[in-house]
């Protein structure tokens, strides 16, 4: 169970650290025949980029992708496809100070009771830049979903005690909000919010939802496998998640069951479908043809500059500030990383329930 | 992605359908030495055992567990465990008339969608007592983890909007709770509620909670496999769970860093400590020594006997009322399966974390 | 790496031993819809029971299989196949007399090293009757592969010294072989041989070959997952097995590439075909569309009656002398065995690889 | 199944073409605290290097490794290491015109029918470059293995019909041998005969043996990850390998019971220690102390000057000779590649050996 490989048919290994050499990922079991370009990737690092808002980190990483592997003549081969980023910010001298300091909320102390010692360069494999080769993955599934007709949208549902409403949620508005809420009025709330946060030298965490259209039904491997535990599970991988629910979530334990039952009815087309969506696209871990709905809780961004108590690798108590600027919501740019670990899983289990009948099987080989 | 087989160094392998001739698992990788008898599985078994009272289904199943392989003159050998339990009412011919009908909120239609047809007899592989070998084989990890030291507690934390509280909680109290709840008060308020649902023809929802306690820093394998995130994917792959957090959880998302963030000290033997543990015992994916805290919503029971609108697989609209007696709540026997899986998914992690460090190996092979 | 499963989307298994109260196998992944009934199953198991010839250990086993899942209506589900025989013979007390002493050739020392003790009776999980639960996945798969038009010939190639010759070899002779080899003159020799071993209270080894056809060129996952890697590691995973080699083989060493080379040509239906096959139906570990040609070498079984020096628990020299009647030689019982883990290992090749291409999933996906 | 990762507590991800950007591997589930630098790999990376005498291609490849994450001062952090290797040689102009044509035994024409097209410049990832990833992971694990006592001699045992003799067999001959033969007088004949081909416009096979020492006894996982399974199956995921055997391999299969058992004694010391090693090392599936001893045979180079009979993608028949100068024989490069190999699967398998034995496990978390 080495950690940083997932999947079974659509593989991802990603690696590197926040100040090594380079970070990247390589993808195996992407299919033969799918037109890839750098650009491709490059859109969806783009929007995990540090800096391009007064709500994220200013650390000046252009975060350009190599494609070294795995497409030939504009077109992937089949074969792994190797992608990197190098960093350019590698100082280390910088970390120095806070090196033997275990920062409240993030892995330093863990880290070092797992592994013995650990990088302490700006949290080295436990930072948030880790998540680069999880997007770069994930913009490879995009793209093989789409072929498929599956589409998906994610954005920020909420940050702190605000949140976007149904009434006024307009994915349109997602683009001009610096925090990716696709609801004009709620997203100028939360940019005030986040102020008051900063004033305070603290942070804020917040909701990310994802809607994925096009999934038809039939998706998802029962017991252990179902598509809801495989999207749960690798949602909850992302560092910063501390909860996880689909379709009606924690509000279903407080329902009765006609109240949270969701009926069939035959459609104009004549066509199974179902009068609500309650179940949030999936049942008995298996899509049902309607929306997949799913939700992830971030907790706040532990590095703050607020005074903190803590210890250090010797067992002495220290008071620290964590100095140099954070972004005070990492929300925004986990936006496109939940958006790449749904559609990285979705991926490897549409590939797996090719094999779910034989008459499928016999008609695949003719 | 065959999806009735879980882990990778503690493997399990669940098989068996709710009206077929039995159901099991075979247990991979359980370490050689462990005293083990049937009576250590039956106890779990017996927690989800049905018709223990008037909140869950009369269906008489004794559900008696036999050892087939795995265990000689008392102890594990190293070699796989194979677990039964033979189904005693195995009537078919009670589900003809709902064989062709999607009941609502159940994996039915889903199943048709996948397979191309189904067992229909009591939902087949997606009957809750699918989880008979998950109990079966979490009664193993139970013991594991008991010789490092590692305890679980597992309770009903809320049925419908009825929760226990912080102050009564009382562990002693749960074993009188006919709902698992560990608050006399709120047990007897969630019956009320509950006495009510069922004069309904309806059914209620809940969470469960549980509560790790032992594990030692350091379990845990980023990036992928870390521990939350294996916790959260197992969970959700248990029927009925619609969300799973850790620790504060989704409330997490609406606190400030300085609010959620747990400072660390010195306690009086000198070891590192967390003031307060918002986290839920877990910090980068990797256990922090302090109390893991793991909750699971359960959405409600979708076998009711209201009148629901639904389709048969000819695409007829039919209205149906789900005879027979059902758990009303499922959550008071979804306990043990909760723990279950907790206690499978943290032996595994413990496992495969046995090759973090190289001077432990090289400690080991001396 | 829990030993006993197998496969990535056609999984299985095994467990139980020698005189445990059950031997078995549970097949996930197998799809929904193809006919199966015990009798395929049994026609498997009945070709490596024991005691149908002189050549083989008359230990009385009927070796009947119960199908205890997986399959409704003569059909089967997409749910796991849970497969069970019972043990008849379960006397351990037999074995008191040889549980501390270690026989030659056997696991009986590195099993006590590797689990501290194990189950002396009759080899426990070390013995041969561990592929039961083999034969019986693999008479799946071989029904599987049947839909898919691909055919298994399976037979002994040699016994000691007796090998068949390519121009006597005839497929209907092996029906009357009771060692399973397809050439008269060369059983009738074969025969001769093992009757003077038994007289020497010897044994003999041999080869066995297994000639695959109708796989479609394209099957194979290169690097590590060739299809000839894939099935030499199951093969010799086989008991006994101390050899594999494909196509040429060994003799490949010996050759120039001018010798050793397959050219291409077209064949009268402008179908691309090779000349030779001393690849052995695969290139660069992918199905050529030739016949896929492999075979595995058995050392000679180590239950001898004649004395043999070797120790015990304690360290004390001991002269051993094993009792009772067992098999001079167990290629003609493992010709089944073979053919079990080329299919199995085929059917899981098959399934993994229909991810190779986007254009062939666009089109299962229309 | 994608077939570019291997193993399960020692994960290997190799990437890259032949002439694509660079080639590399990911490794996870290396342990944290190993001293490692880019020298320790680079030392492997050069045993497999062409250019270094005359019976290897000339092509002129500096391949220098470059670590990319995974260490931190000079140590392995428990992270995944990436390594790279840099193509120099990148001009796919060379290849133009044999892109269409299918070479004999090469793998030309399944990679088409596998995945409808290819990357055809130097075999792309069929190449035999496809192993630097698997030297450098080879590197990291000879390294580990090192720390527990373990050592790997590997050598050419035979080049065509001439083999070096157990007589004349010494290791130090090894290094002054172009060929790694470890028999001066067999070196010189094989060159003699090397040569002769090369005359002849063709090319040779031989053998690899490998020797493990220092394997304690309990290593391995039976039933299906048996030691000589995984050993058998990784080595012949190496392009070329047409055979594998352990000990006696073919040979055992003509031997008798009482000729090829390996008897138990107690030594000087007071250990068991076998008489003679027949099995090559492993009994059941698992290492018994002694000299693991396996063999792969390599088939000829199938990269030839002269003449021969093939298509090309068009189904037109066509007389190829392949121009340039090729390696006469792959196996003095391969012999680093057979070691790495080895070593990979013999780490996997004792990380995951660790969790044998619950006594063991309970001391570890003393």
Same mark, same amino acid.
């Given at each position: 169970m080495?950690?940083?490989?997932?999947?079974?048919?659509?593989?991802?290994?990603?690696?590197?650290?926040?100040?090594?050499?380079?970070?990247?990922?390589?993808v195996d079991g992407c299919p033969a025949g799918l037109e890839l370009s750098a650009e491709d990737i490059q859109k969806f690092l783009?929007?995990?980029?540090?800096?391009?808002?007064?709500?994220?980190?200013?650390?000046?990483?252009?975060d350009r992708v190599q494609i070294l592997s795995g497409v030939f003549e504009g077109k992937t081969t089949g074969t792994p496809i190797s992608l990197a980023v190098w960093n350019t910010s590698e100082r280390s001298?910088?970390?120095?100070?806070?090196?033997?300091?275990?920062?409240?909320?993030?892995?330093?102390?863990?880290?070092d009771q797992k592994y013995g010692f650990r990088d302490y360069r700006g949290g080295g494999r436990s930072s948030g830049r880790e998540t680069i080769g999880r997007a770069a993955a994930g913009a490879i599934a995009v793209k093989i979903l789409g072929q498929l007709g599956i589409s998906?949208?994610?954005?920020?549902?909420?940050?702190?005690?605000?949140?976007?409403?149904?009434?006024?949620?307009?994915?349109?508005?997602?683009?001009?909000?610096?925090?990716c809420m696709p609801d004009k #009025?709620? !997203?100028?709330? +939360?940019?005030?919010? =986040?102020?008051?946060?900063? $004033?305070?030298? *603290?942070?804020?965490?917040?909701?990310?939802?994802?809607?994925v259209s096009g999934v038809s039904p039939g998706i998802g491997e029962p017991?252990?496998?179902?598509?809801?535990?495989?999207?749960?599970?690798?949602l909850f991988s992302v560092g910063a998640v501390k909860g996880v629910e689909i379709g009606e979530g924690f509000?279903?334990?407080?329902?009765?069951?006609?109240?949270?039952?969701?009926?069939?009815?035959?459609?104009?087309?004549?066509?199974?479908? #179902?009068? !609500?969506?309650? +179940?949030?696209?999936? =049942?008995?871990?298996?899509? $049902?043809?309607? *929306?997949?709905?799913?939700?992830?809780?971030?907790?706040?961004?532990?590095?703050?500059s607020a005074e903190q108590k803590t210890v250090n690798k010797n067992g002495e108590e220290k008071i620290i500030s964590i100095g140099g600027r954070h972004d005070p919501i990492i929300v925004p740019r986990a936006v496109v990383v939940v958006e790449s670990m749904v559609a990285v899983t979705l991926t490897d289990q549409i590939f797996a329930g090719m094999t779910a009948r034989m008459d499928k099987i016999k008609e695949f080989y003719k």
């Amino acid at each position: 169970m080495a950690g940083s490989v997932l999947g079974n048919q659509f593989v991802i290994s990603t690696w590197g650290e926040s100040h090594g050499q380079a970070l990247g990922v390589v993808v195996d079991g992407c299919p033969a025949g799918l037109e890839l370009s750098a650009e491709d990737i490059q859109k969806f690092l783009d929007r995990r980029k540090p800096g391009q808002n007064q709500y994220s980190t200013p650390r000046e990483e252009p975060d350009r992708v190599q494609i070294l592997s795995g497409v030939f003549e504009g077109k992937t081969t089949g074969t792994p496809i190797s992608l990197a980023v190098w960093n350019t910010s590698e100082r280390s001298g910088d970390y120095q100070s806070i090196a033997d300091i275990y920062r409240p909320g993030h892995a330093d102390y863990t880290m070092d009771q797992k592994y013995g010692f650990r990088d302490y360069r700006g949290g080295g494999r436990s930072s948030g830049r880790e998540t680069i080769g999880r997007a770069a993955a994930g913009a490879i599934a995009v793209k093989i979903l789409g072929q498929l007709g599956i589409s998906i949208l994610t954005y920020t549902k909420s940050i702190g005690p605000v949140s976007i409403s149904s009434e006024n949620m307009n994915p349109e508005q997602m683009k001009e909000s610096p925090l990716c809420m696709p609801d004009k #009025k709620a !997203s100028e709330k +939360a940019e005030d919010y =986040l102020r008051r946060k900063m $004033d305070e030298k *603290d942070s804020s965490g917040g909701v990310i939802e994802c809607v994925v259209s096009g999934v038809s039904p039939g998706i998802g491997e029962p017991v252990f496998a179902k598509l809801d535990a495989a999207l749960a599970g690798n949602l909850f991988s992302v560092g910063a998640v501390k909860g996880v629910e689909i379709g009606e979530g924690f509000s279903a334990a407080g329902l009765s069951g006609s109240e949270n039952n969701d009926g069939f009815f035959m459609d104009a087309d004549g066509k199974i479908k #179902k009068s !609500s969506n309650h +179940a949030g696209g999936i =049942l008995g871990g298996i899509s $049902d043809g309607s *929306d997949i709905i799913i939700r992830a809780a971030f907790k706040p961004t532990p590095s703050i500059s607020a005074e903190q108590k803590t210890v250090n690798k010797n067992g002495e108590e220290k008071i620290i500030s964590i100095g140099g600027r954070h972004d005070p919501i990492i929300v925004p740019r986990a936006v496109v990383v939940v958006e790449s670990m749904v559609a990285v899983t979705l991926t490897d289990q549409i590939f797996a329930g090719m094999t779910a009948r034989m008459d499928k099987i016999k008609e695949f080989y003719k």
